[in-house]
């Protein structure tokens, strides 16, 4: 009841609360069916939506981890056709390769160490490109780019000081082959640049130890040498980034360069002999007790070799003497066969022809000579001439087996040839002589009477008639040229004086005196072609 009291005073006081009325919502009106049946459209295919868009999500998600599969995959067959080519081995986490030629007897001090790295720079989201390699390379800075060795014989400077550390790359950039990976010809390059930095450090090394009356020069990226007087050997590194600057520079037209490529090839070679040499001076001595070192000089001691015999085995040519040499020898062809080209260009009567042999030698080339008429090729083949050319001197081997030694001068064999054709226009006419009928009188190669020769000696020949009526003489000299004199009967020389002690006939039937012939009017197209028909014409009449 004391409870019932309190509620009732409560509401009725209105003091401590009050009682309001609840208001109600109005009845929403009645919606058409079309607009239910938009909503619930809209809600299947919302529903369907959010279905495919996590299928999608789940599709991508397969297509990633499956690329990356594929390129963890790539990597690793990549890495596998690395290790077929390249030592490689595992340093930590890290992979290194070599690219040093130490396993093949190179005692270079460069490390030559590549590091192989998993290539990250792709996004996946996009189309991968055709030539993408999942694995790549990171070779020392000092190894990028390309490099050659340039040798290049040339007319000596005037001042040496004006050579220095230019930029010589005139080679274009190597490119990758069809087929080949991109590291393939990367490690390719980076391993010729330290091969060319083994071979010049080694002829800059040779360079400074060698003592020669010429000393070798080497300043910065060039080592020149004086073979010959007044030329100069030139064997320079070549090194260039890829950068673009150095690009540039590739692109840039360049002025024709003087490179021997057969020096550098062979420069290429030598060093890979010279590995070869040291591989082989490491094996062991037989028997096990012996010292270490050649053969020879293991056996110095028990057949009791004297000084002389043991510093021959001693010594040894090195890359820079060798490869003078074979400049030397190079030069010295090169000039041989421009001064026979001038004299064959410059003088068309008698030709001379030139026989280069195809199997040569890097210290010696041999050339065959032929003076010969055109024409009378088969009859005038006394001159033929065996050139032997050596580093630095010329051996002329004659056809009857005489040799003469001429220096590098090219004087001397300019000289020389002059004087054999020379002679060889005497020695046409005497074959020609016996092939007519005609007899030779007299025949010298060294004529003692008349002028003196700057260059060699002259030749001269006498032939007769075959009745012996007419006689010509010639003289030929390598400077002064022809002179052919034609004696007659004294009975067709009209101005001779009469002689009062010939009073006989049978004296008249003698040879008169010489007359010049003019030999620049005679008809004909070279000297051998002139003296047939002078012959003819002084021939007698058999009909």
């Known amino acids: 009841m004391c409870v019932l009291y309190d509620v009732l005073s409560i509401v009725r006081d209105k003091k401590f609360m009050t009682l309001d009325p609840v208001s109600q919502d109005a009845l929403p009106p009645k919606q058409n069916p079309q607009t239910l049946q938009l909503i619930s459209k809209k809600k299947s295919l919302a529903g369907a939506a959010q279905i495919l868009l996590k299928g999608a999500e789940r599709l991508t998600k397969s297509v990633t981890e499956n690329q990356e599969n594929k390129l963890q995959r790539d990597f690793n067959s990549e890495l596998l056709r690395l290790r077929q080519h390249w030592k490689l ?65 040339q007319k000596q400077a005037p001042d040496i000081g004006d050579l220095g550390t230019v930029n010589l790359f005139k080679r274009p950039f190597p490119k990758s082959k069809p087929g080949s990976p991109h590291w393939q010809t990367k490690l390719e390059a980076a391993q010729n640049v330290l091969l060319c930095k083994e071979i010049f450090a080694q002829l800059s ?22 073979p010959f007087p007044s030329l100069q050997l030139s064997i320079s590194l070549c090194h260039s980034s890829n950068d673009k600057k150095s690009q540039k520079f590739a692109t840039e037209k360049q002025s024709p360069e003087d490179h021997l490529y057969v020096l550098e090839h062979n420069l290429h070679l030598l060093i890979r002999e010279f590995h070869k040499q ?66 064959a260009s410059r003088i068309e009567d008698p030709q001379i022809q030139a026989h280069w042999s195809n199997i040569n030698d890097v210290y010696e080339s041999s050339v065959k000579v032929l003076i010969t008429s055109q024409g009378y090729e088969q009859i005038c083949k006394s001159i033929q001439l065996q050139l032997n050319i050596g580093v630095e001197q010329i051996r002329v081997v004659h056809r009857d ?6 220096s590098h001068q090219e004087q001397e064999l300019q000289d020389f040839l002059l004087s054999q054709m020379s002679q060889h226009q005497v020695h046409a006419v005497q074959q020609l002589a016996k092939v007519m009928g005609w007899q030779v009188l007299s025949f010298s190669n060294h004529v003692g009477l ?9 030749s001269a020949i006498t032939v007769a008639s075959p009745n012996g009526d007419y006689a010509i003489s010639v003289r030929n000299g390598p400077e002064s040229g022809s002179k052919i004199m034609v004696q007659f009967p004294r009975n ?43 012959m003819s014409a002084l021939s007698p009449c058999l009909l």
Request: aromatic letters at 6%; charged letters at 25%; a positive charge.
């Open 89 to 153: 081995r595992k340093v930590g986490d890290k992979i290194l390769g070599d690219l040093s030629y130490r396993s093949a007897g190179s005692l270079f001090p460069h490390h030559g160490t590549f590091e192989v790295i998993k290539n990250t720079d792709i996004d996946l989201d996009k189309k991968i490109p055709e030539d993408y390699c999942s694995l790549d390379v990171q070779i020392p800075s000092d190894l990028e780019g390309s490099a050659y060795i340039k040798v290049s014989i």
């Open 278 to 343: 040291t591989l082989s001076s490491i094996m062991m001595p037989h028997p096990a007790s012996a010292p270490f070192g050649h053969k020879r000089m293991r056996l110095s001691g028990p057949q009791a070799f004297d000084k002389n015999e043991i510093n021959s085995l001693q010594s040894s040519e090195g890359l820079l003497e060798k490869i003078i040499k074979q400049a030397k020898h190079i030069f010295l062809r090169s000039r041989t066969a421009a001064t026979i080209d001038s004299l």
């Open 450 to 458: 008349g002028p003196v020769e700057s260059i060699g000696n002259a």
């Open 205 to 226: 090394r040779e360079a400074v130890q060698i003592k020669s009356q010429i000393p070798h020069i080497v300043v910065k990226n060039q080592i020149i040498s004086q």
């Open 401 to 406: 087996g005489r040799v003469i030694t001429l």
């Open 492 to 534: 067709q020389c009209k101005d001779l004086p009469k002689s009062d002690v010939l009073q006989d006939s049978k004296w008249s039937h003698l040879r008169g005196p010489f007359r010049e012939v003019q030999w620049n009017k005679m008809e004909g197209r070279n000297f051998v072609y002139k003296m047939e028909l002078l």
